[in-house]
């Protein structure tokens, strides 16, 4: 029995980094205060026994191949040299991940979840990213020394104990067992178990990196009550029909629980051209008017004040896709995936759909490629004209990272498209939708337009993000429509 020595090392290496993973993330600040001893407590045995969970899984296909390998070729030096090349493949891929999940922290304060899934299903821009923001070379070159420690410290017990011979009876029975095991857990272990705290920090730290990714990729979905505040239906739906009640109207159908209300405005309608611009990841924390002192912001801080300002406005989801579910479709957050990327998403009752049905052009603007997260299929089968990164011509961008064009070349390309409406059909207003990139790690945008060098961090991303907002307005002010135009900025 010898022979499975090397699997219950490599079982051992990965149980270990594991652990020492949610050490590391237990060490971080708004970690650290999130629970108290006896949570720590519970979250650390948890921990184990997800890191058991998730490393067992690891481990099953060196099991099969130490049960099936003939004695003779276990003896090989060849096969020695293989399984030196494996411990160290293994153990580098684990702490690489370990990494991968204290950055994934940094940017989404979770374990990973099916935002990392979904993620990966957009190589191009999001490997892109990750090389961009991160000294991604140096970083996989000085994780090899680690790696290759951990091999050489225990290579030689691991070629000792997988030379050792093996009875065919003593290999089935492993095999019997170490299936029973891993088809157990399967069946009567998830990933809720984890979910004992109050605080979300503490069940994160108790779950495993490797495990909670499958198990989101198997669920496609988030836990939606952890991200997401609920009230029973019954409740939910009498205080929406109270809030409605109260800013007037005549219900549709009185006696039933629907929301559905008409609406006299009492005033003939104004064919106003609509910008509504939806700014990637601007948190109410980095604006002067929500209260920051760092004036990241002059050009919005100013708007607010000559314009209607809402001061109490909250985030639909965690990922921009959730926002744009939320602004074209006026709907809260549905579990699992956005409606922008399910299938059979055409033809809803949208926003562009509002506008079509009111005979104005209907545009969505983008700056990178929109095949990303299924923005172009969904706003074309839904009323719009999508433009993206293949419309803007090459002679109008001076600056562009994995995500798209900068902000500034974005909208001289929504002036132009309006422009080009009105003169195609004149009279007929328009309603574009702009949704931007630059407020997105790698934080770059084009040199000498703000006092934040490129690249530096969100602060200077926010800052440019405000200057080419600035830069927007005042351009549209010298355009013969500005004057019949509505502007709505949100993030």
Known sequence: MNRFLPAGIALGVAVAISTLTRIALLSRPEVLGAGGLADWAQSLAYGLLFDVLASLYLVTPFVLWLALLPDRVARWRAHGALMAAGLLGFSYGLIVVAIAEWLFWDEFGSRFNFIAVDYLLYTHEVLGNVWESYPVGRILIALLLPAALISAWLTRRMHAAATAPLRWRHAMLVLLVWGLAVGLTLRFVSGDLRAFAREDAVNDVAGNGVY?????????????????????????????RGALHADGGDWVAPGSAGVERLIDPKRPEKRLNVVLISIESLGAEFLGAYGDSRGLTPNLDRLARESLWFANAYATGNRTVRGLEALSLALPPTPGQSIVRRPNNDALFSLGSVFEDKDYSVLFVYGGYGYFDNMNAFFDANDYRSIDRRNIPASRIEFENIWGVADEHLYDQTIEEIEREHAAHPGQPVFAHVMTTSNHRPYTYPPGRIDVPSGSGREGAVKYTDYAIGRFIESARRRAWFDDTVFVIVA
């Open 212 to 240: 909670e990714f499958f198990a989101a990729n198997y669920r496609n979905e988030l836990y939606y009550d952890r991200h997401y505040a609920t009230l029973p239906t019954d409740e939910a739906m009498a205080a929406v």
